[in-house]
């Protein structure tokens, strides 16, 4: 699996204790804030030494970076299904899925919060989560694009409109995701892109 960023310096990471500093900073987001995080914390609850966090992570917030990002890869699902309609679907269920755990939307507001008064964490944000996000749907979209059924519009564009709904209902809104989120949104990625009704398109006229 990617890292967000090499390791800093000193030996190899232990898989064990790296997974126990991911859980443990996940938990601890989620049950007492963002703000309340601390490095000792961390260590405390993972059961390692508070040099093993720093000796593998800058800040506590790529800590939680890291600890968000494996959630993604590990439960938003880019398998092959047979087609654009299907992979879409399922990346975004998956998707809708994750952030109705308790604590994720709360994480991720608190990196991008983070992100943007530290310019230097916001690039590691950037590349270690938004950037590996849209590198999975890119693989959705090529694949689509090899099979011949996807939508034809540039692949930024798709990531931009999937992504642009998912980080606004984040950040900007406390409305829960349903059924009927998933179908509108993957229906506005396939049969609309696929299938446009010329009348619809802007500049159209009707006489």
Do not use: C
């Not at 508070?50 to 506590?60: A, G, L």
């Not at 919060?113 to 999975?136: I, N, T």
């Not at 930024?156 to 998912?166: H, K, Q, T």
């Amino acid at each position: 699996m990617t890292e967000p960023h090499a390791p800093r310096r000193g030996r190899k990471r232990s898989e064990q204790s790296r997974l126990a500093i991911l859980t443990a900073t996940f938990e601890l987001t989620r049950d007492e804030g963002y703000r309340a995080l601390t490095v000792e914390g961390i260590a405390a609850r993972a059961g390692v030494g508070k040099q093993t966090v720093y000796r593998w992570w800058p800040t506590k917030a790529d800590v939680l970076l890291e600890a968000l990002a494996t959630k993604a890869e590990l439960h938003v699902s880019v398998a092959d299904r047979g087609s654009f309609r299907a992979d879409l679907e399922q990346f975004l269920r998956d998707s809708f899925a994750l952030l109705g755990v308790p604590g994720v939307a709360q994480a991720l507001r608190s990196l991008m919060a983070e992100a943007q008064v530290d310019s230097q964490f916001a690039s590691r944000f950037r590349e270690g989560f938004l950037d590996r996000r849209r590198a999975a749907l890119a693989e959705l979209l090529q694949r689509a694009r090899r099979r011949g059924d996807a939508p034809p519009v540039a692949d930024e564009l798709v990531a931009d409109v999937v992504f642009g709904v998912i980080w606004y209902r984040v950040l900007a809104t406390n409305r829960p995701w349903g059924e009927a989120d998933l179908v509108a949104l993957r229906d506005l990625l396939t049969s609309t892109f696929t299938n446009p009704d010329p009348s619809s398109r802007i500049g159209s006229t009707h006489v």
